[in-house]
């Protein structure tokens, strides 16, 4: 059975940092896509950065630039380093596991953590 146990969320003001980190366990690790999804208020799950089994790295948008995502394969470690956080920002971050392994966004494979608070005060 797939775990996934997000830690790091908190508090920042906008312009700081924080370090999601998410350890999975149940899994072949190497052959999964991981990645970080988020939820603002109000608003539906978006995809936020991936890593494939290959290492290659995707992000939203919005994000590129400021947030990078890395892991430790020896460990089943995800982390996502978040800097020149902004408001929008916002929301419910939550790590998932995806056993094909191609990071596509709208797979209905994606396993999901329970999710950490981040928040941003302007």
């Known amino acids: 059975q797939v775990h996934l146990v997000e830690s790091g969320g908190g508090s920042v003001q906008a312009g700081g940092s924080l370090r999601l980190s998410c350890v999975a366990s149940g899994i072949q690790y190497s052959r999964y896509c991981m990645g970080w999804f988020r939820r603002a208020p109000g608003k539906g799950r978006e995809g936020v950065a991936a890593?494939?089994?290959?290492?290659?790295?995707s992000y939203v948008d919005s994000v590129k630039g400021r947030f990078t995502i890395s892991q430790d394969k020896a460990k089943n470690t995800l982390h996502l380093q978040m800097d020149a956080l902004k408001p929008e920002d916002n929301g419910v971050y939550y790590c998932a596991a995806e056993p094909d392994g191609d990071c596509y966004w709208r797979s209905p494979n994606w396993n999901w953590g329970q999710g950490t608070q981040v928040t941003v005060s302007s």
């Open positions: 890593i494939d089994k290959n290492g290659v790295t």
